[in-house]
């Protein structure tokens, strides 16, 4: 079964920049759609961004929009979170996420905010932004 790593993540004043990493391991695959998503104390868990099998294409929340960056690394297993411009609305544990299956047909701006379509998770990073 494939397990999700996280690194990075802290507390940062508004305004900066942080990147978050995900690394893959104990699963060999061909491809994979990576996704963030992210979760405050007492709300549901909020998709944040993702990026298809190939890498080539992205989508990202509103919120977020023009300030993080979803890409992948030069080693296949692992992809990460740019995040610039940090605001303390961004506060909250950050949970990185991987789906290995091939599909016919798919729709990342729809396909891609569904959580039970990921086939790991990783074990979530707090990241913290003060004013």
């Known amino acids: 079964q494939a397990q999700l790593e996280q690194t990075g993540g802290g507390l940062v004043q508004a305004g900066e920049t942080l990147t978050l990493a995900c690394e893959i391991s104990r699963r060999t695959f061909s491809g994979y759609v990576a996704a963030w998503f992210r979760q405050v104390p007492g709300k549901e868990r909020e998709f944040v961004a993702a990026t298809n099998w190939l890498g080539d294409r992205t989508h990202y929340a509103d919120s977020v929009k023009g300030r993080f960056t979803i890409y992948r690394g030069n080693v296949k297993n692992m992809f990460y979170l740019r995040m610039a411009g940090l605001k303390p609305e961004d506060t909250a544990l950050y949970y990185c996420?991987?789906?290995?299956?091939?599909?016919?047909?798919?729709?990342?701006?729809?396909?891609?905010?569904?959580?039970?379509?990921?086939?790991?998770w990783g074990q979530g990073t707090q990241v913290t932004v003060s004013s």
């Open positions: 996420a991987a789906d290995f299956k091939k599909y016919g047909s798919y729709d990342l701006a729809t396909d891609g905010r569904v959580e039970p379509l990921y086939d790991a």
